[in-house]
């Protein structure tokens, strides 16, 4: 059997999902290119919608792009080293910019940090009173665990009824 070390990149995304559910502390010290790959796994079954990965240095403030019929979605994608962390303002500031040069109105802020700073949060609220924005959801650590178990769960679910087919 082989064996994969949590920060590898080379780790498969099921097993690293099924591995984060079990050890949640784990998400902090994983590869920050396979948090992009596991919020996009996730998302895709989440909003079924197709994902592209486009993460990179310099990637303009963009980790990944949902296609959701024909609106595109930039998603932003943080791995902390520690859940204590605050997202600031200036980085929800750098999404809103990215979305829109992108040709987008819709964005997701995924962190592994426990929360957004209220400036973040007034950002976000701002650029969507101000119509500059459509949509704009803030995934913390736990609103990003609960959709990560959800999304298992569901896999889980869906293995159990094809084995009793069987």
Not at 110 to 115: K, L, M, W
Request: hydrophobic share 35%.
């Amino acid at each position: 059997m082989k064996k994969f070390d949590v920060d590898s990149k080379e780790v498969p995304i099921d097993i690293l999902s099924d591995y984060i559910l079990k050890n949640p502390e784990k998400i902090y010290g994983i590869h920050h290119n396979k948090m992009e790959e596991l919020v996009g796994s996730v998302f895709k079954e989440h909003y079924n919608c197709e994902v592209h990965h486009v993460g990179m240095s310099g990637d303009g403030g963009k980790d990944l792009i949902l296609i959701e019929s024909d609106k595109s979605i930039v998603v932003q994608v943080k791995r902390r080293q520690s859940r204590s962390k605050t997202e600031t303002a200036s980085c929800v500031r750098d999404l809103i910019g990215a979305t829109l040069l992108n040709g987008s109105r819709d964005c997701i802020f995924v962190s592994t940090a426990d929360h957004f700073s209220k400036q973040s949060i007034k950002h976000k609220e701002d650029a969507l009173a101000m119509e500059i924005i459509d949509s704009f959801e803030l995934f913390d650590i736990d609103k990003f665990m609960g959709v990560l178990n959800l999304h298992t769960s569901e896999r889980e679910k869906l293995w159990k009824e094809l084995i009793e087919i069987k």
